[in-house]
């Protein structure tokens, strides 16, 4: 992926080496949400009108993932494409490049559809960290906490990605990032509340819930790797990267890696067949319009 230094520092909140401590988050193979069963109408609605218009104001929309436990440092430094980034400060510079890159394209999205994005930030920590959603350890991966609305990562899960997972390459990494701020984009829309509040009083589907809602950051980030490409971010091989990604990180793919066996009933994050199946329709057409996980099968 070609990059540059000195963008996006602003967007990042480094409690490394601060401590923490405990259990919890809702990050990649255990994050937390869903989308799309009986109920969801609003979800439905505040998609549509995203995407199409009819919002007060005019414009049309766009649109917008949560992995599992680990992945490594970034690849692909722009004086050395395809080589993996070495020091802690290329990996810094590079998720802060990510980072402004997935923001800045969901503020003109936002835009065109007549409404404003939220900037977050994305917290880097080692080993434990406390969020507004409580405390976790890194052995949650990556995820995004509505309740704070931030992101939070431990670079060591790219390490995972990478030498557990198979999934080296510095856009595996960026499909992890712009998955977690996918469900930002779904908790700015409030399509997360209504999917939680469909959880709750449904709790037979809540993981069918939680599945689909992941896909749908799949897509959200596909759509953002689509913006990359048009901006000639992209090199070869990177789409394999990510699709690599999403495949590693599938249910079923972490359930055989672990146990030996796959139990559907169990999954919350989808099959790996499914996460790249919805990270490649947000690519392919950069339409948000494509990433109703909510109708139908998936």
């Not at 996918?182 to 700015?188: K, L, T, Y």
């Not at 169990?266 to 990270?279: A, C, D, I, V």
Request: with cysteine; aromatic share 8%; glycine share 18%.
């Amino acid at each position: 992926m070609r990059w540059k230094r000195g963008v996006g520092g602003n967007q990042i909140d480094d409690r490394r080496g601060m401590g923490g401590g405990g259990m919890g988050g809702g990050g990649f193979p255990m994050g937390r949400a869903g989308g799309g069963l009986g109920g969801l109408g609003l979800v439905i609605v505040l998609l549509t009108l995203f995407l199409g218009g009819g919002l007060p104001g005019g414009g049309n929309g766009g649109g917008g993932i949560d992995i599992g436990p680990s992945l490594q440092p970034f690849p692909g430094a722009p004086a050395a494409e395809g080589r993996p980034l070495e020091s802690r400060g290329q990996v810094d510079d590079f998720v802060a490049f990510v980072v402004h890159d997935v923001q800045r394209t969901w503020t003109r999205l936002f835009q065109q559809a007549g409404r404003q994005y939220r900037p977050t930030k994305l917290v880097l920590f080692e080993q434990a960290v406390s969020s507004g959603c409580g405390n976790a350890s890194s052995a949650t991966g990556p995820f995004y906490c509505p309740v704070d609305s931030k992101v939070y990562l431990d670079l060591s899960f790219f390490r995972e990605l990478r030498q557990r997972f198979g999934a080296p390459g510095d856009f595996a990494q960026a499909y992890v990032i712009a998955h977690e701020f996918g469900h930002h984009v779904q908790n700015v829309l409030g399509i997360a509340d209504e999917v939680r509040r469909e959880q709750q009083g449904n709790r037979d589907d809540a993981n069918e819930l939680s599945i689909r809602m992941e896909l749908q950051a799949d897509c959200l980030a596909g759509v953002w790797a689509h913006s990359a490409y048009k901006e000639q971010l992209l090199e070869s091989g990177d789409l394999e990267e990510g699709l690599a990604a999403a495949a590693a990180v599938g249910d079923d793919r972490i359930q055989e890696q672990a146990t030996g066996r796959v139990e559907r009933e169990s999954w919350t994050h989808g099959s790996s067949e499914q996460r790249t199946s919805w990270f490649r329709k947000g690519f392919d057409g950069g339409d948000v319009a494509a990433c109703d996980s909510f109708s139908g099968s998936v």
